[in-house]
């Protein structure tokens, strides 16, 4: 999934002045949202398209729903991520903060203030759309370069990743509703009888 250098042309913001990225990410305590995911290769072609449901609760609390091609159900707990292939009957489990450091999970994580994690860039309109960029401090994932999130006024539409190769991933929000009252129980995970765990489930 996106599972999320700054470009030069691109200015730097000042520490002392946030951006409009980091004030919506410093004032979200929650989002639910339908997304559709695609996959573009080099050449600029869509590869794969998914689509799905996604919940946010800070702090470091997520589930991503993908429904379809495959079914799939990423959930951070607070204390662990867990990835749940449901053809495969097989879950995979990490601690969080070993998971999400330094990828684009962490913009929705809410463990670690934005500013600390990224470098982020000054704006850019396309397709109607102000975009900024978002470089990670820390690349500790080599497949993740570059993160890039965009906004229609002060609604959040999309976040594309990319990667050193110039392959990208794009999450299209819709319906976005922020800062919504979540099921708790929605955002913890326990294995169904019978599925493999693969990982530390503690």
Same mark, same amino acid.
């Given at each position: 999934?996106?599972?999320?250098?700054?470009?030069?042309?691109?200015? /730097?913001?000042?520490?002392?002045?946030?951006? %409009? !990225?980091?004030?919506?990410?410093?004032?979200? $305590?929650? +989002?639910?949202? @339908?997304?559709?995911?695609? !996959?573009?290769?080099? $050449?600029?072609?869509?590869?794969?398209?998914?689509?799905?449901?996604?919940?946010?609760?800070?702090?470091?609390?997520?589930?991503?729903?993908?429904?379809?091609?495959?079914?799939?159900?990423?959930?951070?707990?607070?204390?662990?991520?867990?990835?749940?292939?449901?053809?495969?009957?097989?879950?995979?489990?990490?601690?969080?903060?070993?998971?999400?450091?330094?990828?684009? +999970? &962490?913009?929705?994580? *809410?463990?670690?203030?934005?500013?600390?994690?990224?470098?982020?860039?000054?704006?850019?309109?396309?397709?109607?759309?102000?975009?900024?960029?978002? #470089? %990670?401090?820390?690349?500790?994932?080599?497949?993740?370069?570059? +993160?890039?999130? /965009?906004?229609? *006024?002060?609604?959040?539409?999309?976040?594309?990743?990319?990667?050193?190769? *110039?392959?990208?991933?794009?999450?299209?929000? $819709?319906?976005?509703?922020?800062?919504?009252?979540?099921?708790? #129980?929605?955002?913890?995970? &326990?294995?169904? %009888?019978?599925? @493999? !765990?693969?990982?530390? /489930?503690?």
């Amino acid at each position: 999934i996106l599972i999320l250098s700054l470009v030069s042309a691109f200015p /730097a913001v000042w520490a002392a002045t946030p951006s %409009p !990225v980091q004030r919506y990410f410093q004032d979200l $305590q929650s +989002l639910r949202s @339908d997304f559709i995911q695609r !996959v573009f290769n080099e $050449q600029a072609l869509v590869m794969q398209t998914s689509s799905g449901r996604m919940l946010m609760q800070k702090p470091g609390k997520f589930r991503w729903d993908y429904r379809t091609p495959n079914e799939q159900v990423i959930i951070a707990d607070g204390e662990r991520l867990w990835v749940y292939d449901v053809d495969l009957a097989q879950v995979t489990v990490r601690k969080l903060d070993q998971a999400l450091s330094a990828t684009p +999970l &962490a913009l929705f994580s *809410g463990l670690v203030p934005i500013e600390e994690a990224f470098t982020i860039g000054g704006v850019r309109n396309r397709d109607g759309l102000d975009w900024y960029e978002l #470089a %990670p401090k820390q690349r500790l994932q080599p497949e993740f370069r570059l +993160l890039r999130v /965009a906004f229609r *006024g002060e609604v959040l539409v999309s976040l594309e990743l990319e990667d050193g190769f *110039g392959r990208r991933t794009r999450l299209d929000f $819709q319906k976005l509703e922020r800062n919504p009252v979540l099921d708790p #129980a929605r955002l913890r995970f &326990a294995p169904p %009888p019978g599925v @493999d !765990v693969v990982g530390d /489930a503690g």
